[in-house]
């Protein structure tokens, strides 16, 4: 079914939009339902002992072989339970592979144990003291990061977006440690004397990049919002600083409960400040982690809008990107466009439009600085997506946030929110592709949105325009000239089609037109009392995403 309505909806694009044939999504032969995950900490060695038992239900009848994500776990044994049946195993590039014994049907429930030991290279990171009198003392920390596909570097798991899980964590540290994760912190168990174990509970599914803990010594200060806890950790001495950045978290979330129509749709949030963290900000479902110095710029005056857009997004994540996740890495947009997005739609809710349309604007020039450095020649639906940081760009996050502004602009806010709520309560604790968004949208408003999904998000680039008028003071006629100038390929149009509004200033006030932008060079003459000033173009900001100057 899902291939069928792929192969149709690229069908329906233009042929410059059409991408290519490659497959995306991964082939999956189980469904995996639950993880339980064991982990004990040495931080003086830098290495990990682990154990996790998958719960899983084979997707065909046949199934005998799990094959497992997995890199530099170094395993003690495997067993099938609850029977504790020993079961072989082998380690493949990338991969355990678990013979089970004999084979099971489609549906029948799996539990398989592994158990391992690490030193990893990825997914957990071991961070240093920090003593530096001229930066913020810390103490050690260990904290997970797993997108795109780390997971598998600290756990045996299925480490892909398009499979979604419950899960639990039994996290065992030194004494006088804090330890964060995700869902709800069960119990706090005494080990042997020198360490204490930290059981979460995770009931909603969610994606394993999604995973995560963080170990350090913290202090903490908590917030409601419609019985939802909130909890921010720090470093100790700064509580105000925490206050300041995390203060606005309890008003955000009513801001997209109400954009949404779906209240925050987790048991928690915490926020926890860590050092050395590669981005501004990961949002680990209930548990987003954040990068100390980012944060601490909420103290600087040009630094608090930086706080609140970041602190905004990866909330705004908790409906895009984990209640709702990109099937694969190609739609990452899905979760990365939408979190950009509601920043602004924060700014729109709390300090007015105008703020609003600031935030678009800043994003638009983000988005052309990049361009106008590497020329990546891509779409919003990424043809090029790898597993790597790649993906994470000013096409993925501004531009597609900047899309999405002018969905809303086309559509009106009625139709455009109506279709947003319609494709978060159909997706719900789902995975989603480009299609599904566009159904709604569609259902939503009644138009069909097959021209613009295939030049602002199937596409690549942007309309580069330049212009040429003239005015004819016998005939009191102004002529205007357009050509479109960026570079077409199999990706981007040789005119791209939109409505374009000009503002033509006059003495007595402007006179107004919409002209139909379909070709790569036209020319518009209408009527114009006087000699007018310069054009002006999209006055309204409805289409950001051109960039025109004079010939």
Known sequence: MIFIGIVALYAALPAWAQTSPTEFNRVRTFDAEHYSIRTKVDQRRKSIDGETVITLRPLADGFRS?????????????????????????????????????????????????????????????????????????????????????????????????????????????????????????????????????????????????????????????????????????????????????????????????????????????????????????????????????????????????????????????????MVTCRNWAELWLNEGFATYMEAVYREKRFGKAEYLRKILEDTDVYFAEYAKSKRKRGVFNQLARADDSIFDAITYEKAGVVIHMLRRMLGDEAFWRGIRTYLRRNAWKNVETADLRSALEEASGRDLNKFFGQWIYGARHPMLRYRDSYDPATKRYTLAIEQVQPADELTPEAFEFPLVVDVPVRSGRVTKTLQIDRRLQEFTFDVPEKPGNPIFDPEKDIPLIQIREK
């Open 66 to 322: 799990l094959e497992l994500d997995s890199e530099g776990l170094r395993y003690a044994g495997a067993e099938l339970l609850p029977d504790l049946t020993p079961l072989k195993f082998q380690i493949a590039p990338g991969k355990v592979i678990v013979d089970l014994g004999r084979s099971f049907g489609a549906g029948d429930v799996v539990n398989v144990r592994l158990r391992y030991s690490s030193k990893p290279s990825k997914g957990v990171y071991f961070v240093d003291p920090r003593r530096d009198p001229r930066a913020v003392a810390k103490d050690p920390q260990v904290w997970t990061h797993n997108e795109p596909e780390l997971a598998h570097y600290w756990f045996p798991s299925y480490d892909f977006p398009d499979d979604k899980a419950t899960s639990e964590q039994f996290i065992t540290v030194e004494r006088g440690q804090t330890v964060i994760a995700n869902g709800e912190l069960v119990s706090i168990a005494d080990s042997d004397g020198r360490f204490r174990t930290f059981h979460f509970r995770m009931t909603r599914p969610h994606s394993t990049y999604l995973t995560s803990f963080i170990v350090g010594r913290f202090e903490k200060i908590t917030a409601d919002h419609n019985g939802i806890p909130l909890s921010f950790y720090y470093y100790p001495g700064h509580e105000s600083t925490a206050r300041k950045a995390f203060g606005p978290t309890a008003g955000m979330m009513a801001v997209f409960d109400e954009v949404t129509s779906i209240p925050y749709p987790f048991d928690k949030y915490d926020q926890t400040i860590v050092a050395s963290f590669p981005f501004g900000g990961m949002e680990n479902v209930t548990a987003t982690t954040l990068l100390d110095r980012d944060v601490f710029l909420v103290e600087e005056r040009f630094g608090e809008q930086i706080v609140i857009d970041l602190v905004s997004h990866e909330l705004a994540h908790s409906w895009f990107g984990n």
